[in-house]
């Protein structure tokens, strides 16, 4: 699945009668629809499979209360590529230096964080988007070039 550097926001404003507004980066959304706390969960399923990668969703209560969480699309609704790579493609990403046989990963940063005084470190992750990236996920020491993988949260 994709993750763009900037997640779309899709954002719920609740009334006091539990009706909903929805709006997608500022647009409003579904505007033709009466829409209630119960559609809250169908329309972020209709936004993430109509994108195909997660967004960003905030809810805003009528008494001023916020929520925030990463929602990634279901793994049916990620559209499938419209054709594969020919294998006799060059890669666009390319290292040397491997051990015959060595599995290779590419590691993508999603978050930094500090080691602790006994070189320890817990980076927390919304959890629609540990979710959809927790296998194969490492933790690599910029400075000592340590990788670990992902513990069982701390």
Known sequence: MKVPVV??????????????EVSVDGQPHAGDRTLSRDDLRSIVHEVTANLGTAVRVEVHE??????????????????????PVPETASPALAGAGFRPGEQVALAYVVARQEADANGNAAITLPPGLLAATRHGLVLLGLTSLTVAPVEAQA
């Open 7 to 20: 997640l779309t926001t899709v954002r719920f404003d609740i009334d006091t009668d539990g009706q909903l």
């Open 62 to 83: 009528a008494d001023g209360t916020t929520y925030s969480d990463i929602e990634t699309p279901a793994e049916s609704a990620v559209p499938a590529a419209a054709e």
